[in-house]
């Protein structure tokens, strides 16, 4: 099992900039990649980007793509986003995720066996 515990959500101006952080605990060796989705009011969960846990490499939703930076610390633990140039349309509940199965870039919900327990971000205009 992994557990993760988001933070670092909050109120922010459009143009601004927040980093949620992610700790992770239990099994965490067996995590092959982590993630963060999004959701908002009535809408679906969304895929915003992913990191593979050994090696790096990143991956990215359009929408954030070049606003938003994923990366991990493995000796913390800790898996990061940092979100810059914010707009209303970010805003929305943060989730952390994890998945073990080797090789499989996810960028669906399904695709994710562990969840955080989510962080609000709000945009104002």
């Known amino acids: 099992q992994v557990q993760l515990v988001e933070s670092g959500g909050g109120l922010v101006q459009a143009g601004g900039s927040l980093r949620l952080s992610c700790a992770a605990s239990?099994?965490?060796?067996?995590?092959?990649?982590m993630a963060w989705f999004r959701q908002a009011p009535g809408k679906e969960r969304e895929f915003v980007a992913a990191?593979?846990?050994?090696?790096?490499?990143?991956y990215y939703a359009d929408s954030v793509k070049g606003r938003f930076t994923i990366s991990r610390d493995i000796a913390k633990n800790t898996l990061y986003l940092q979100m810059n140039s914010l707009k209303p349309e970010d805003t929305a509940v943060y989730y952390c995720?994890?998945?073990?199965?080797?090789?499989?870039?996810?960028?669906?919900?399904?695709?994710?066996?562990?969840w955080g327990q989510g962080t609000q971000v709000t945009v104002s205009s």
């Open positions: 995720a994890a998945d073990s199965v080797y090789g499989r870039v996810g960028m669906r919900r399904s695709e994710y066996g562990y």
């Open positions: 990191i593979i846990t050994n090696g790096g490499t990143t």
């Open positions: 239990g099994r965490t060796f067996s995590t092959y990649i």
